[in-house]
Each structure stands twice: as structure tokens, then as C-alpha cells.
Antibody, heavy 119, light 107 residues
Framework: EVQLVQSGAEVKKSGESLKISCKGS????????IGWVRQKPGKGLEWMGI????????RYSPSFEGQVTISAETSITTAYLQLNSLKASDTAMYYC????????????WGQGTLVTVSS | SSELTQPPSMSVSPGQTARITCSGD??????VYWYQQKAGQAPVLVIY???KRPSGIPERFSGSSSGTTVTLTISGVQAEDEADYYC??????????FGGGTKLTVL
């Protein structure tokens, strides 16, 4: 069974950094792209970026380029999203999602990680 | 990827048909994917490549495309279909974008 399990909720202060994890299991981790999606409270989904763990090829939405860092550690089948210099506006639910093989569909999703940033 | 535009909301009575549109200039060249997100839950893929339905998704969900507009159709809407629906596409560089989402209310 394919599963993406994300790290738990976080409460941070403005200016701090944070690294969220997404552990994949039940499939060949290195052969599927994994993307990250942001959802602010009461708002829509925002596509942030995506990584191919097999060779660490990473693509970012122009809206998030330079603002976040996506990485992966194949030995432990885990993808990461790093957020630096957190601001209150980074308060959101963050989802990881696997991209279907040979397609652009996000076929499996993590449960989400709620990040709250207080000033 | 260019922008995708969806109506913010729509409402239908049980048993009726809901049609949710998604418009974008790049859509004649890109496939569209549809996700259902119920309150407090992660999104679920309901349509891929414009019109294909993943296993486990009820047959009442279907998709179609015409030029710069794609449509998610839910036939015989049920109360459990009340949710937010998002379209998504990706360009040739695998950069994705979501539409703003449509809140479907079942009256």
C-alpha cells in the first residue's frame, strides 16, 4: 500500500526555520516525483515545487523559487520541505503528494503538516 | 504554467448535475487534473488527463475538455459530494498550477 506520512504539527516564531518531512512507503521511492502544496487557512491549494528523488532534479513554482528548499534522502525514502525566515504569512497546512508515474497527477497525498508561525 | 480560473462556488440539489469549469489559455496543450477536498481532509484525485477516472472513484464523476475550458461533471450529485474542487495542470517543465477552487454546496 502506497503511503506518504508527514511529520507532525509545528509552532514556530517569526524568523525561525523549519524542515518538514514526508516519508514514502509501499512503492519505489526513487522513481516517482514528489511535490509540495501549500494551503493557507480557508484558502486554496498552491503548487510549490517538486523533486525527483532518483537524481534530485528539483523544480519550483516561480512564486516559491528562492523562498523554500525541497530535498530528498533516498536511503530513508523521505522528502523534505525547508522553510526559512518564517513569517506569520507562512502559517498554513503543507501537503506532500506523489506524482503518478509518467503523468502529472498527484495520485497519493500525505496527511498534511500544519505550521503555525507566531510573532 | 499559466493561470487557471474556476468559479468560486456553486450549489445544486441532490440528484442534479453539477458542472464545474476550469479555464486557461494553455489548456489546449496541457492535461487537467481534478481533486476533491472535503473539510479537514487532504485532496483526493477524482479525474486525471482531462477525462480519466482513477479506480475507486464513482462513475458519476466525469471530465471533458473543449479548447481553453475543461469541465468536471458530477451526475446525480449526492450529499457526500459537497466539497471543494480544484483543477490543476502542469507545463512541459513539470511546473504545476492549481485553479482557485470551487466550493460545491449540496442543498
Amino acid at each position: 500500500e502506497v503511503q506518504l506520512v508527514q511529520s507532525g504539527a509545528e509552532v514556530k516564531k517569526s524568523g525561525e526555520s523549519l524542515k518538514i518531512s514526508c516519508k514514502g512507503s509501499g512503492y519505489n521511492f526513487i522513481r516517482y516525483w514528489i511535490g509540495w502544496v501549500r494551503q493557507k487557512p480557508g484558502k486554496g491549494l498552491e503548487w510549490m515545487g517538486i523533486i525527483y528523488p532518483g537524481d534530485s532534479d528539483t523544480r519550483y513554482s516561480p512564486s516559491f523559487e528562492g523562498q523554500v528548499t525541497i530535498s530528498a534522502e533516498t536511503s530513508i525514502t523521505t522528502a523534505y520541505l525547508q522553510l526559512n525566515s518564517l513569517k506569520a504569512s507562512d502559517t498554513a497546512m503543507y501537503y506532500c503528494a506523489r506524482q503518478a508515474y509518467g503523468d502529472y497527477a498527484a495520485d497519493y497525498w500525505g496527511q498534511g503538516t500544519l505550521v503555525t508561525v507566531s510573532s | 504554467s499559466s493561470e487557471l480560473t474556476q468559479p468560486p462556488s456553486m450549489s445544486v440539489s441532490p440528484g442534479q448535475t453539477a458542472r464545474i469549469t476550469c479555464s486557461g489559455d494553455a489548456l489546449p496543450k496541457q492535461h487537467v487534473y481534478w481533486y476533491q477536498q472535503k473539510a479537514g481532509q487532504a485532496p483526493v484525485l477524482v479525474i486525471y488527463k482531462d477525462s480519466k477516472r482513477p479506480s475507486g472513484i464513482p462513475e458519476r464523476f466525469s471530465g471533458s475538455s473543449s479548447g481553453t475550458t475543461v469541465t468536471l461533471t458530477i451526475s446525480g450529485v449526492q450529499a457526500e459530494d459537497e466539497a471543494d474542487y480544484y483543477c490543476q495542470s502542469s507545463d512541459i517543465n513539470n511546473i504545476g498550477v492549481f485553479g482557485g477552487g470551487t466550493k460545491l454546496t449540496v442543498l
